[in-house]
């Protein structure tokens, strides 16, 4: 059974997690789990979230949480910031995985960061390493994302934006998708096989008559 951890770091009340002029970074990150969980779970697949509204889950709460339920895989989700609280230049798009030598965490690292890169058009700050406690005490391939920066102003507007958050969201989701290899399932509906292509005709032509589509191929 497929089921993907959606981590939104921190919560409403984590001290210090907001821009200058005071947007939550939890805000952000939920609304993006929120995005990829509904595009994940309309594809099927199932999704465990480790944050809450009320309280900042502590992260040993989480990383056993999501080994106890044997996830496939962990996302977790953030916001970035950098300097003392006010706004700065430094922007852009990275993600982290634990270490050089876990190729299922780079590769999935890879899937969800250039994908982002490409819809969001964002800088590309890289794929980096980081002895985060998400990253290294979970058992499944796991990477942290960091959608750009709370401290830079035109990266702030966006992070602040539904369209962005959903973009996010949805980029993400489609991007495990990808790494996990879940395609639509096609099903092909034979009604009859026929030797003679005139009775195929007229089997088809019968069958738009009573409203289906139908196609003739050969075998
Ligand atoms: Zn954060």
Redesign the pocket.
């Known amino acids: 059974m497929t089921r993907i951890v959606l981590d939104a770091?921190?919560s409403y009340n984590t001290p210090g997690?907001r821009s200058p002029d005071g947007m939550r970074?939890y805000a952000f990150?939920r609304a993006v789990c929120q995005a990829a969980r509904k595009k994940l779970e309309s594809q099927g697949i199932q999704t465990i979230m480790t944050h809450h509204d009320d309280r900042d889950i502590p992260l040993k709460e989480r990383t056993n949480l999501a080994n106890r339920e044997k996830a496939t895989l962990f996302i977790s989700i953030?916001?970035?910031?950098y300097g003392s609280g006010s706004w700065n230049d430094i922007h852009g798009i990275e993600t982290y995985i634990h270490q050089e030598n876990d190729p299922q965490s780079r590769s999935l690292a890879e899937a969800v960061h250039y994908s982002l890169i490409k819809e969001t058009r964002r800088k590309d700050r890289g794929i980096k390493m980081a002895d985060f406690h998400v990253l290294r005490e979970t058992v499944m391939p796991a990477v942290l994302i960091?959608c750009g920066f709370m401290t830079n102003r035109e990266e702030k507007k966006l992070l602040a934006s539904e369209n962005y958050r959903i973009l996010c969201g949805h980029t993400i989701a489609a991007s495990i998708l990808t790494f996990l290899g879940v395609k639509k399932t096609m099903y092909l509906v034979q009604t009859g096989a026929f030797s003679s292509i005139e009775n195929a005709k007229k089997h088809a032509q019968d069958l738009k008559n009573a409203g289906f589509d139908a196609m003739i191929t050969e075998k």
């Open positions: 770091g921190h997690k970074e990150n953030h916001a970035n910031a960091e």
